[in-house]
């Protein structure tokens, strides 16, 4: 079978746009640049920008950063000099605020109605109740979930609309979290395209997307039961200035003597939500997505169907934890058209074949790319890939890069001469964004089933798995680690070699597991 590439949400689509969307380009002159930061609102950003040409696109993605960072220090509750926290170190004061604190307050009392509860800034305060269980190695008691229910159901703010003001009324914690980062990123992405600098702008910030302008974005949603950064996507879609919301409690959460709990937490009763794995939500409105996809984790799927037909344009799809699924009518219609217009474009960012069929065992490699404290900065080149005993490459697993600088892989010096040409040659399908649940900045985690580059299992023996990361006529960094894949599960941290833009890589021979 024949390696497909998959190309991850930094890649975007240069390659396979619809052909609405070429005709835009080829009639004014414009081209998709792209841009990739980690450390943004705490996580991972892929940025898209269609612009007249790598000036225009550079300026506008400037103004998508500063706009993000200015709406962040308004909303954050992790900033302890943000306007949010100061106006929540009040009480009984009404505060006049800042139109976009306003709105936020404003649309979390909309939604906590809209969702019976469901949706609560305050879900903060039973979060920091299991946090702290977790601390005394014990699950909360019923009298402590009870305690901070109790808590949750009070106001925690009034709004005078008159005057734009907010009255904070009690201590309980509350993050302004589910949809903020929607808001926040939509906001961004209006901006940059009301500069003029640019004709379409997609933000992907942690796997919660907006797409605006001139361009049609195709999304892979993630399967939450097989989520590494290169498996192949559950869905497969393509939206034009729409919203893509993913939330799903399969990459973070609470261990407690053995047990795992999601990080979602109901706040009507005080428990982490245990039935819904994720849910994907695409609307017209950025918050509309952010916060039906939070709320549906949270939700039974029938309650869900009926707030979602409360807001028009919303489509869905839920992931149960026992692997079946519930869609909306429309969701459907969202699928990547099968004609599609390719654009030439000499190279690529490359990912990991699709599977066809797992084997017993297979290898997960995870890597951390050094963050550099306060400051945002942008991805360095990297290539993960594995030799056989002979030095031979067997497979690339993963290639990123900025893809406007594509002319710079040469500074991947091993994989670019060992690999690239055999790479590129084969078929690709390339997707632009991928949406799932929130990652942590700079984590990355790239599964190999054990076939090479044909498709083929490969033989048990010792394998030298590589991870080569570079900037430009900057700095360099190559770890390699040899492990036998014999059939007896093996775990090995890769040495670093005194480089600096990885910090910590590893590897986990397993079982793996059966499909869902």
Not at 48 to 70: E, P, Q
Not at 230 to 242: K, T, Y
Not at 308 to 317: C, K, Q
Not at 486 to 491: D, H, I, R, V, Y
Request: aromatic share 8%.
């Amino acid at each position: 079978m024949r390696n497909r590439i998959i190309r991850w949400a930094v890649g975007a689509a240069a390659l396979v746009i619809t052909a609405s969307a070429a005709a835009v380009l080829l009639h004014t002159r414009v081209q998709p640049f792209y841009f990739h930061y980690e450390n943004v609102m705490g996580t991972s950003m892929d940025l898209t920008v269609v612009a007249r040409n790598g000036s225009d696109a550079g300026r506008a993605a400037m103004i998508v950063l500063d706009h993000i960072g200015r709406d962040s220090r308004i909303l954050s509750g992790y900033d302890a000099g943000s306007e949010f926290t100061r106006w929540f170190g009040t009480s009984g004061d009404a505060v006049r605020v800042s139109p976009e604190l306003y709105d936020v307050l404003a649309l979390f009392d909309k939604w906590r109605d809209r969702t019976g509860g469901a949706l609560d800034a305050s879900a903060e305060a039973v979060s920091s109740v299991w946090k702290r269980a977790v601390s005394l190695g014990r699950p909360p008691s019923d009298r402590e979930l009870a305690s901070v229910v109790r808590d949750v159901r009070q106001p925690h703010w009034r709004l005078d609309p008159i005057a734009r003001t907010a009255t904070h009324l009690d201590r309980t914690p509350i993050i302004l979290n589910s949809f903020t980062k929607s808001y926040i990123l939509d906001r961004a992405a209006l901006a940059a395209l009301a500069s003029d600098l640019a004709r379409g702008v997609v933000v992907n910030v942690g796997g919660d997307l907006v797409a605006r302008g001139a361009w049609t974005e195709r999304v892979g949603v993630t399967d939450p039961f097989d989520n590494a950064d290169n498996a192949a996507p559950l869905a497969r879609l393509s939206v034009r200035d729409r919203a893509v919301a993913t939330s799903g409690s399969y990459r973070r959460g609470f261990d407690i003597a053995g047990r795992h709990y999601s990080h979602i937490v109901d706040p009507r009763t005080g428990q982490p939500t245990s039935s819904v794995a994720s849910a994907t939500v695409v609307a017209d409105r950025a918050v509309d997505a952010g916060a039906l996809a939070t709320a549906f984790c949270v939700l039974p799927p029938e309650d869900s169907e009926r707030v979602a037909e409360s807001v028009p344009g919303a489509e869905f799809l839920i992931v149960l934890t026992n692997g079946t699924s519930v869609q909306s009518a429309g969701w459907r219609s969202l699928a990547e058209r099968p004609s599609r217009m390719h654009m030439p474009d000499p190279v690529t960012s490359v990912y990991a074949a699709e599977q066809a069929g797992k084997p017993g065992y297979e290898l997960t490699v995870a890597l951390d790319i050094a963050q550099i404290q306060g400051g945002r900065v942008e991805r360095p080149y990297l290539a993960v890939w594995i030799e056989d005993k002979d030095k031979f490459p067997v497979r690339t697993l993963a290639v990123l890069y900025r893809e406007r600088e594509a002319r710079y892989l040469a500074e991947l010096k091993a994989w670019y001469k060992a690999d690239r040409l055999r790479a590129m040659a084969e078929g690709t399908d390339i997707l632009g964004s991928v949406s799932s649940a929130t990652r942590a900045p700079g984590h990355y985690t790239f599964k190999w089933d054990l076939k090479d580059a044909q498709g083929k299992l490969i033989p048990p023996g010792t394998y030298t798995v590589s991870i080569e990361a570079a900037r430009e006529h900057g700095t360099y960094q190559i770890m390699r680690q040899a492990i036998a894949l014999t059939g007896a599960p093996t775990k090995a941290d890769i040495p670093l070699n005194g480089g600096i833009e990885i910090s910590a890589a590893s590897l986990d021979y397993h079982p793996a597991a059966p499909a869902k």
